[in-house]
């Protein structure tokens, strides 16, 4: 390997290093104050690197937001589904679905907490996330959905469960818990709100003995 082949290796690694962080501080600092008092100086700060790297790598914090969201929805959001799920059906894919949150809220904690801050944000008239949230949103529930409706035809689905309500009511409760943790951590034991979900949503399984097998 050539020095200028090692020089530009070593150059890519720390570009990819100086954009997680700068990543990583943008989510932790709209979990904490918001996307209205987060700044590019201040994110520059909180990473280690200057204003100006900031503004020279991503142009402005609109910019800066939308790569983050892009990346978070990797990671927690829909396009996740697939891989979480695989075969997954019926009441297993939503239990499936809290099994990798409780893992993320235990690794990556402050990353989950700006991500959800991030959808909240999304309220706000600020296009590049009001619409990347309202579609998020859509494109998950529809994702899910049919995840959980595939349990009709494996068994994995009580009788008289209708998909589309149970998978709505389902992450319209994790969305709530996740606004009450964010508000009150201290008090809002994330984990335990999750077990108790999750405790309900067994109960609408269908039984082991009355599921088809499903190879």
């Known amino acids: 390997m050539t020095d200028s082949v090692r020089s530009e290796s070593r150059q890519v690694e720390r570009s990819g290093l100086s954009t997680r962080r700068l990543l990583q501080a943008t989510a932790q600092l709209i979990a904490e104050v918001g996307y209205d008092r987060t700044t590019l100086a201040e994110i520059g700060k909180r990473a280690g690197y200057s204003h100006g790297l900031v503004s020279r790598r991503f142009g402005s914090k609109s910019a800066l937001v939308e790569t983050l969201i892009q990346k978070l929805s990797e990671r927690f959001g829909h396009e996740r589904l697939p891989e979480t799920l695989a075969h997954t059906t019926g009441i297993d894919a939503l239990l499936a679905v809290l099994d990798e949150i409780r893992k993320d809220s235990a690794n990556s904690p402050?990353?989950?907490?700006?991500?959800?801050?991030?959808?909240?944000?999304?309220?706000?008239?600020?296009?590049?996330?009001?619409?990347?949230?309202?579609?998020?949103?859509?494109?998950?529930?529809?994702?899910?959905?049919?995840?959980?409706?595939?349990?009709?035809?494996?068994?994995?689905?009580?009788?008289?469960?209708?998909?589309?309500?149970?998978?709505?009511?389902?992450?319209?409760?994790?969305?709530?818990?996740?606004?009450?943790?964010?508000?009150?951590?201290?008090?809002?034991?994330?984990?335990?709100?999750?077990?108790?979900?999750?405790?309900?949503?067994?109960?609408?399984?269908?039984?082991?003995?009355?599921?088809?097998?499903?190879r």
């Open 110 to 214: 402050e990353s989950l907490r700006g991500f959800y801050a991030l959808l909240f944000e999304g309220l706000k008239p600020i296009p590049e996330l009001h619409t990347f949230v309202a579609d998020l949103h859509a494109g998950y529930l529809d994702s899910l959905t049919r995840q959980v409706a595939a349990g009709r035809r494996t068994g994995r689905l009580r009788k008289g469960v209708v998909p589309a309500e149970i998978t709505e009511l389902t992450v319209n409760a994790l969305r709530g818990l996740a606004y009450r943790w964010l508000l009150d951590e201290d008090r809002v034991d994330f984990d335990r709100g999750l077990d108790s979900l999750a405790r309900q949503l067994v109960q609408l399984a269908a039984p082991p003995e009355d599921r088809r097998d499903d």
